[in-house]
């Protein structure tokens, strides 16, 4: 199981979409967490997509969300994330056994 997983709403040809989608990466990479934290990309001109982002609220793309272990919803960005955010959550989830990071949700950052 993962400790958290990425959702990510955008559409092809967005460029702050593919923003998103490589700084997530990005830190995900830095942290090495690449087996702990997923990144789930949802394509919004797609019917899956489409319906995900119904499910989630999704109004605008960018829209990142930060699930944790039991899919429960622990950020919401709307737009590009900012790295200090992204790196305190990969930070969080670093220090944490993966079992307990799966069970305890994470606080967000001030």
Known sequence: MNAMKFLVFGKAGCARCQTTKSKLTHFVAKAGLEGQVAIEYHDLDMVKGMAEAAFHDVMSIPTTIL????????????????????????????????????????????
């Open 67 to 110: 699930l944790d272990g039991n899919e429960r919803p622990m950020a919401r960005w709307e737009g590009i994330p900012h790295a200090a955010e992204i790196q305190a959550f990969l930070g969080d989830a670093q220090q944490r056994p993966q079992s307990a990071a799966a069970d305890q949700p994470a606080e967000r950052p001030a």
